[in-house]
């Protein structure tokens, strides 16, 4: 069983910075793909940025040199991280981690999701 845990959210200024971090345990295996999502209060869920288990990184252009996605790989843990800087009242979402396992035929799995809030 596949678990995803979120962390790191909250209130920020704009211009702020804030780090989330996802922790995706159980068993799978490369090749995957961690991304990031979020969804704007009326507004459909939209890409961030990800990263897969080959270090190819993609971010959507919305948040392109704003936004630094990591990752880090411990025993029976896979952690990606995203570092969020200049922070504007437009990044205010929740924010979702996706563990994406469709590259071997699996499924793709979701976060519980982590409120950012960017006002002044």
């Known amino acids: 069983q596949v678990q995803l845990v979120e962390s790191g959210g909250g209130l920020v200024q704009p211009g702020g910075s804030l780090r989330l971090s996802c922790a995706a345990s159980?068993?799978?295996?490369?090749?995957?793909?961690m991304a990031w999502y979020r969804q704007a209060p009326g507004k459909q869920r939209e890409f961030v940025a990800s990263?897969?288990?080959?270090?190819?990184?993609?971010?959507a252009d919305s948040v392109r040199g704003r936004f630094t996605i990591s990752g880090d790989n411990a025993k029976n843990t896979v952690t990606v991280f995203v570092e969020m800087n200049s922070l504007k009242f437009e990044d205010t979402a929740v924010y979702y981690c996706?563990?994406?396992?469709?590259?071997?035929?699996?499924?793709?799995?979701w976060g519980q999701g982590t409120q950012v809030t960017v006002s002044s």
């Open positions: 990263i897969t288990s080959f270090g190819l990184i993609t971010y």
């Open positions: 159980g068993r799978f295996f490369s090749p995957y793909r």
């Open positions: 996706s563990l994406d396992l469709r590259m071997r035929g699996g499924t793709e799995y």
